[in-house]
């Protein structure tokens, strides 16, 4: 079971850290990603950690503004999102899986799937507007 938690409401510019708490696995064995989807959009893929903490970035957004990290005593992962836009609005969820990270690139963009995730956290709302 995973449970995301540290959403909210943020005005633009501000920063705002999710973690992902694992209840029943440990998530030194599994790779750890984050996803969001917006209203109306395809639930996307932003970064994912390796069970070796290897991060890979799949969207650009998140690349230059986005930082996970592992607690391995509290069996958490957070995501640091620093100089939020109106644009980040979403739900972010975080996903686990035993395999290693899988980025997928289609000659436009990196993205990940969601079938490519067995565990999923309920999503945490995370709203950024003035």
């Known amino acids: 079971q995973l449970q995301a938690s540290g959403g909210g409401l943020v005005q633009p510019g501000g920063s705002l850290r999710l973690s992902c708490t694992a209840s029943?696995?440990?998530?030194?064995?599994?790779?750890v990603a984050w996803f969001r989807q917006a209203p109306g959009k395809e639930r996307e893929g932003l970064l994912c950690?390796?069970?070796?903490?290897?991060?890979?970035y799949i969207s650009k957004s998140a690349q230059d503004r986005f930082i996970d990290s592992r607690d391995v005593a509290k069996n958490t992962v957070h995501l640091q999102m620093n100089s939020l836009k109106p644009e980040d609005t979403a739900v972010y969820y975080c996903?686990?899986?035993?395999?290693?990270?899988?980025?997928?690139?289609?000659?436009?963009?990196?993205?990940?799937?969601?079938?490519?995730?067995?565990?999923w956290g309920q999503g945490t709302q995370v709203t950024v507007s003035s």
């Open positions: 950690m390796s069970d070796r903490w290897t991060t890979k």
């Open positions: 029943g696995l440990s998530f030194d064995e599994y790779a």
């Open positions: 996903a686990a899986d035993r395999r290693s990270c899988k980025v997928y690139y289609n000659g436009t963009h990196s993205y990940a799937l969601i079938s490519d995730f067995n565990f």
